[in-house]
C-alpha cells in the first residue's frame, strides 16, 4: 500500500496517549502546492480543528496535513482554536510553507485542551521523519488511531494517458461513528491535477456512498473530516472521458475505508450489510437503511446470531418512511423470512447458522420504485459496553 | 391502588407464554360503556391489535380492553387481523356486549400468530374472574408484563363536585421503548363523565410530557398503544374549571407510569432524568434531549458512573436544532461541566460519585429563549446486550 506521486507521511510518538510507546502525531506532506477538498461533520457541535481546516478549503495551495490523536480539541472555546492554528503554524515553520497550507485533524477524547509542550517536541521530529515509503505511510495511518486495532488504507490504480495514477487514503474508526454528511478522520490523496471545484464534486458523491452509509453507534462526531489531496505530480489532468472512471475508483477507496471502520469498530464481531430495493427515492432507501443500522435491538439480535426479524422491518416502519406492510419483503443471508406482509415458515436454525458467519446480509425489498441504498454496519455486543463505560474515567 | 368506580380487573395464565405459572391475560372492564380515547405507534409497521383498536376509539361504548402478553401479533398479515377480532369477539360474548366496544392489546415478540386454542380456554376465564379489589388490578397489570420485572400502576384521586374521583392506570415495558406520539401498553382509567373529543384532547396532552418522553432504545415498538376509558360512574363530569386539574392528574398518572418504565428497563442500573432549557421552543428543546437519551455512548458513559460529557453535548449538537457552542452549558446532577462553549474545572471523581447514587440529572442549558423539555432514559448495560441477544431463539 503506498502513497501517489509526490506525497510523503510519517507518524511519531510525543507522548498525548497515556501509553508513551503509542504513535499519536501523522504528518502527510505533498512535494508541492495540491488542490484540497473537504467535508465535515454536520454536528453543530465540532471541533477547533474543524473550524481551522473548514475555513482552508477549497484550495489550490495546501502542502500537508497534520493529524494527532489521544485528544479530540474539540469543546475547548477560544483557546482550542487557537491551539488548533498555533499546530499548523508550528508545521508550516518546519515545511516552509504558510500555516494557511496545512491543514488539520484532531481525535481522541472531548473537552481535553491539547497539549503544546508535547506536540511543540514532537512536530520537528515529524516533519522531519516524513518519507515516501510504504512503512511511512503505515506509520501514519497508525498515529490516526484511537481505539482502533488495526491502521486502515486503501488504493487504487487508474492507468490514464498512458501513465499509472494512484488515489490512496487513510483513516480511523472505531466508535462515535454515524457520518451525517461526513465521517470520521481520513486522508485521501492521488497524483493527478484536479480543480477544486471537481475535487469536492468528486469527493463529495464519493463520501455519499461510502463514510455516510456506515453506523457504529449513531453518535455523529465532532470531528468527523474527510480530506482529499490532488497534488498533480503525475502531470495527469483527468479529462470528462476519464471523470467516471476516477469517481468509481474515488468512491472505491472510500467505500473500502469506510467498510474497514465497521470491520474494526468497538467490540464487533459481526460485518452487517444493508440493502434497500424497489425504494421510490434512494434518499427513502438511506432513510430506511440507516434506521436498520442504527437500531440497538437489531444489533444487539445481530450480536447473538438470533433471526428475530421483526425488530429489521419494525426499524425500517419507524424511519419516517410511507409504506404498507404489503409493500414490503426481508431476506437474512439469502433466506426470505417475510413476504408481503406476512412470515414465510423459514428455518431459523438455518438463519442462525449463517450468520455465525460473522457476514450479515439484509435485503429489505419493496415494491415503490427501482431506488435502493446499501449501509453497512456491526453488531452492538457487552464488549462494546465495556468499551465505553469507562472510556475517560 | 384501586380502580376507579365501576371498574373491574383480572389477569390469569393460559399458556401463551412458555413458563405455564405466569399470567399472560389481562382484562380490564367496565360495568356500563365507557368513553374511549387512544394513542398509537407512529411506526408504519403495526400490529393488528393495533389496527383493530385503533378503528374502534373514539367512542362512547367501550366496555373493556383484553391484552396479552408473549406474542405481540405484529407482522402477521390478514390472519393477525382475524385473529385480533376474533378475541374481542370472545371477550364479548362473554360479557355480552358487540366485539366492537371491546379493545385489545397484544405485547410480546413479533412476527408469530396467536394461539387460538390456548385464548380460547383463557378468554372464558379471565372473563368469570374480573373483580373491583386491588388484587385483581394489580394481576392484570402482572399479565401485561414481558421482560418487566415488577408490575406498573399508578393511581391519583381529586375531589371534584364534593365527590372524589379517581384516575387509575397500568402499563408494561421493557425494551423497544422511544414512544413516538404513543407508547408501549398502557390502560388509565377514570370514573368521571368526559365526552370522546376532550378525553381525546386531555390524553394527547398528557402522552406528549409522559410515554414520548421516555426512551429505552430508540425503537419505536409496532405495539405502542395507551388507552383511555372514562366511564362517568360517579355521576360527575368535568366542567370547565376542573379541566386543568383533572389535565394534571392525568399527566401526573401517565408520567408515573413511563418513568416506572425507565426505572425497570432492560438491564438499567441509572434513571437519568434530561433537562433542556432556554430553548426558542419546546420542539427544539425535546430533539435535543431526545436525541442525548437515544445516543448508545451517552448511555454506556452513564452505566460506567464516566463523566464524560462531551458525548452529551456533541448529541445535542447533531439533533438538528441549530446553535453555536458559545450559547450551551451543561450541568451533571448539580455540577456545571460545560460553561458557554468551554470546559470548567470540575472534579470529575465528584461528579462520578454522585452518578453511582443511580440518579443522574443532566441540565443542558441554551441562552436562545424560554422554552423547555425533559425527558428520561435509562443506561445501557451488557446485561441489555445480553437479554436482547438471544430474545427469540
Sequence with gaps: ???????????VACGIKSDPSKLDLALFL?????????????????????KVSRS?????????????????????GQRGIDDAQWMTAAVAEQVGCQPEDILVCST????????????????????????????????????????????????RKLSLGGKTVTISGACKGAAMIAPNMATMLAVVMTDVRIIPETAQKLLTQAVNTSFNCISVDQHTSTSDTVLFLANGATGITIGDTAMQEFQQALTD????????????????????????IGARTSEEAYRMAKSVCDSPLV????????????????????????????????????IEVYRAGAPTQFDADAVSAAMKTGEVHFVLTFTHGKEQSRCWTCDLTAEYVRLNADYST
Tied chains: 1, 2.
Aim: hydrophobic letters at 40%; one cysteine or more; a neutral charge.
Design 299 to 334: 444489533k444487539t439480535a445481530v450480536a447473538g446470531n438470533d433471526p428475530n426479524w421483526g425488530r429489521i422491518v419494525s426499524a425500517a416502519g419507524y424511519s419516517g418512511v410511507k409504506f404498507f406492510e404489503e409493500e414490503c419483503s426481508l431476506a437474512i443471508n439469502g
Design 253 to 276: 477507496v472510500c467505500q473500502e475505508l469506510s467498510q474497514k471502520i465497521i470491520r474494526d469498530a468497538e467490540g464487533a464481531e459481526h460485518f452487517v450489510t444493508v440493502d434497500v
Design 1 to 11: 500500500m503506498h502513497l501517489p506521486l509526490g506525497f510523503s507521511a510519517a507518524g
Design 108 to 155: 481522541g477524547i472531548i473537552g481535553h485542551f491539547l497539549p503544546r509542550q508535547k506536540l511543540a517536541e514532537g512536530i520537528p521530529v515529524v516533519s522531519k521523519s516524513v518519507a515516501a515509503g510504504d512503512d511511512h505511510f503505515l506509520a501514519a495511518a497508525r498515529a490516526m488511531m484511537t481505539t482502533d486495532t488495526v491502521p486502515k488504507q486503501a488504493m
Design 30 to 50: 505533498s512535494d508541492r502546492p495540491a488542490t484540497a477538498a473537504g467535508v465535515f461533520t454536520q454536528n453543530q457541535v465540532v471541533g477547533a480543528p474543524v
Design 56 to 76: 482552508r478549503v477549497p484550495s489550490t495551495t495546501v502542502r500537508g496535513v497534520v493529524l494527532n490523536s489521544g485528544c479530540s480539541n474539540a469543546c475547548t
